[in-house]
C-alpha cells in the first residue's frame, strides 16, 4: 500500500480530508457539464480524484509534487495514463485534452490567481471552473462593484463568466490545516464571445486603475491620454466602483482619447 504524501509548504499544500465536501465540488461541475473532459489541478492525495474516476467524465490529473503523481498511480493503476507530472501553468491544455475542457481543483493558494489567469487565457475553451480557494480570494473573485475586496481578478473573471460563491470551508477540513478559511466557487462561461473593445487594452486599464486604486481613475491612468483636460465622469470615480460594463465604457473612451 502506497504511503500516504506529505503536504508540501513550498507548494502551497493542505490536503483536503473530508469526503463530503470533496464530493460536493465535484458535484458542482458535473451537474453543470459532465460530459467535457476535465483536467484537475493539484490532485494531492487525490480526495477529488477519487470521484472523478467514479464518474464518466474523462480527466487528467496534474501535480508538480512527484511523491504525489506516484501515490496516485500506485493507488489507482487503471487511471496511471490520466495522473501527470506537469505543471498546469506551463502545460498546454489544448493539446493534452482538445478543444473544450473544465478546470476543478483544491487549488494551491499560492498560485489560484495564476490558476485564474490561465483559465481566462482559455475562456473560448473553459466553460466551467470549480474551486477551492482561500475565502478572502474566493470572496474578491464573486464580489460585486463597491467592495473594498472588488479588485482585477473579479472585473477580468466577470467580464466572461458568471461566478458563484458556493460554500465556506473550515480550516479542519484540511490536513495540515491552513491559517485561513476557505472557500469554493463556480465560475460558468457567460455569452459574451468578445469585449466590443480591444481585449489587452481593457485588461491593461483594469489592472493599470487597480495597481492605484487609492487614487482617482483620472490619476492612474492619465499617461494614456494626449490632453489630460479631457473630462468623463467615470475618470473621477475609483476603480472599485466602476462595473465591468462601466470599465468597458472607460475604455472604449480611453481608445479613442489616447496617445498615438
Known sequence: MAQPVRAKKHLGQ???????IAENIV?????KDA?????EVGPG???LTQ??????????????????????KKTYPSEESKILLQDFLKTDLVKLAGPKFNIIGNFPYNISSQIMFKVLDHKN??????????KEVAMRIAEKPGSKVYG??????????????????????????????SAVIRLQRNSVKQLPVDEMLFKSVVKTAFNQRR???????????????????LLDKRPEQLSVEQFIELTQFIAENSKA
Open 125 to 134: 475553451e473553459v466553460d466551467y471552473a470549480v474551486g477551492m480557494f482561500q
Open 215 to 233: 487614487k482617482t481613475i483620472r490619476n492612474s491612468v492619465r499617461t494614456l491620454f494626449n490632453d489630460n483636460s479631457i473630462r468623463h465622469p
Open 45 to 47: 492525495t487525490g480526495v
Open 14 to 20: 493542505h490536503f483536503l480530508n473530508d469526503n463530503t
Open 27 to 31: 458535484k458542482a461541475l458535473i451537474e
Open 35 to 39: 460530459n467535457t473532459p476535465i483536467i
Open 152 to 181: 482585477i481578478l473579479s472585473v477580468l473573471l466577470q467580464a466572461y463568466y458568471d461566478i458563484e460563491y458556493l460554500f465556506t470551508v473550515h480550516e479542519n477540513a484540511f490536513t495540515p490545516p491552513p491559517k485561513v478559511k
Open 51 to 72: 470521484h472523478l474516476i467514479l464518474g464518466k467524465t474523462p480527466f487528467f490529473a496534474l501535480d508538480v509534487d512527484a511523491e504525489s503523481v506516484e501515490f496516485l
